[in-house]
């Protein structure tokens, strides 16, 4: 009989609860629909960083140089925007570029 009635209460509020979890845990691993997009900006490239709702950074120049520089090629703005997001996931906070992390990453801009 106390066998029973754990069983009974197991199933009322564990189960529910991990089943809850487990929805609740799917449903999240497409809920950063925060991206980074590419776009022709002048003579070059921009980013974006935004979803469908709202843009959150609009980068038509490469950020930390003087000038209106865009970036050269497509891939040189990914990555860039990509840093930038990966900053902004990690301080929760609009990010900043130096020079320094541009040359890291290979860009290529005039001095």
Known sequence: MVVNIFYINLK???LPAVL???LLFSCNLDSDPVRVQVYKS???WGY???NNKRKII???FIPAVSGAQPFKTKEEAMRTGRLALEKMR???RLPTI???ELDSLNISYRK
Request: glycine share 20%; hydrophobic share 25%.
């Open 12 to 14: 009322k509020t564990v």
């Open 20 to 22: 809850m979890g487990v």
């Open 42 to 44: 002048g003579n070059g």
């Open 48 to 50: 974006e960083i935004g």
């Open 58 to 60: 609009d980068q038509p």
């Open 90 to 92: 990690d301080t929760k």
């Open 98 to 100: 130096s020079s320094l």
